[in-house]
């Protein structure tokens, strides 16, 4: 368990990858505009079932 918890510690927190480069998120923020509400429904579904 301490060598666990010792890794958890030390490893940096990474955050998702859309979110580190902006290019992607700027391209996904399009994406959604373009998408039907429909579709950012479903999303919004799937995002609240995986959290």
């Known amino acids: 368990r301490s060598s666990r918890g010792s890794i ?3 490893a940096p ?3 998702p990858t ?3 480069t902006p ?3 700027e391209e996904d923020e399009e994406d959604k ?3 039907p509400p429909n579709e950012d429904d ?3 579904e ?3 079932r995986f959290v």
Do not use: C, N, W, Y
């Open 33 to 35: 505009q373009q998408k």
């Open 46 to 48: 799937v995002l609240t």
């Open 8 to 10: 958890t510690r030390g």
């Open 13 to 15: 927190i990474t955050p």
């Open 18 to 20: 859309f979110s580190i």
């Open 23 to 25: 290019h992607e998120a």
């Open 42 to 44: 479903d999303d919004a």
